[in-house]
């Protein structure tokens, strides 16, 4: 039971980038939690982090037929890509969709997610924490 963790542009700068925002916890720190959650969930996790769409919509495509489900915080794309969407979908894989922030008390522009509507479900608001939430769904859809 894999589970893909993708993350999208500008989530590499985590820890320093707006921390008011988005926390004081590096990527590191969150692939940490993921691993951790994993292995108490009897799940694997591949963790990665990309800011160049073709390469997240190839991680994407090749975890059909290969992973058992996608936790995907796609930062500004989520607000912006129907080619990430429609990769999603290809993937024919049950997609959670992660926000640290809670992008609906943030600006417009934010309110509206290309993902969210073929999405299982969507975390947002909760900080490294639905991370954690999106794995631990995941270990339950798959464990029955
Ligand atoms: C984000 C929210 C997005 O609006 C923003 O562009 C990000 C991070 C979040 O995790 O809260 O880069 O996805």
């Given at each position: 039971?894999?589970?893909?963790?993708?993350?999208?542009?500008?989530?590499?700068?985590?820890?320093?980038?707006?921390?008011?925002?988005?926390?004081?916890?590096?990527?590191?720190?969150?692939?940490?939690?993921?691993?951790?959650?994993?292995?108490?969930?009897?799940?694997?996790?591949?963790?990665?982090?990309?800011?160049?769409?073709?390469?997240?919509?190839?991680?994407?495509?090749?975890?059909?037929?290969?992973?058992?489900?996608?936790?995907?915080?796609?930062?500004?794309?989520?607000?912006?890509?129907?080619?990430?969407?429609?990769?999603?979908?290809?993937?024919?894989?049950?997609?959670?969709?992660?926000?640290?922030?809670?992008?609906?008390?943030?600006?417009?522009f934010r309110h509206h997610s290309f993902v969210s509507g073929i999405a299982l479900g969507?975390?947002?608001?909760?900080?490294?924490?639905?991370?954690?939430?999106?794995?631990?769904?995941?270990?339950?859809?798959?464990?029955?």
């Amino acid at each position: 039971r894999l589970i893909l963790v993708l993350n999208g542009p500008n989530l590499n700068m985590l820890g320093t980038r707006e921390p008011a925002t988005y926390g004081h916890e590096t990527l590191a720190d969150v692939e940490t939690l993921c691993q951790r959650t994993a292995a108490e969930q009897g799940l694997d996790v591949e963790f990665r982090q990309t800011n160049h769409e073709g390469q997240l919509i190839d991680w994407i495509h090749q975890a059909r037929g290969r992973c058992a489900g996608i936790l995907i915080n796609p930062g500004a794309w989520t607000h912006t890509s129907v080619a990430i969407r429609d990769a999603l979908v290809a993937a024919e894989l049950p997609v959670i969709e992660v926000h640290l922030s809670n992008v609906h008390k943030r600006e417009e522009f934010r309110h509206h997610s290309f993902v969210s509507g073929i999405a299982l479900g969507v975390l947002c608001g909760f900080g490294t924490h639905g991370y954690r939430m999106g794995l631990t769904h995941f270990a339950h859809l798959l464990n029955g």
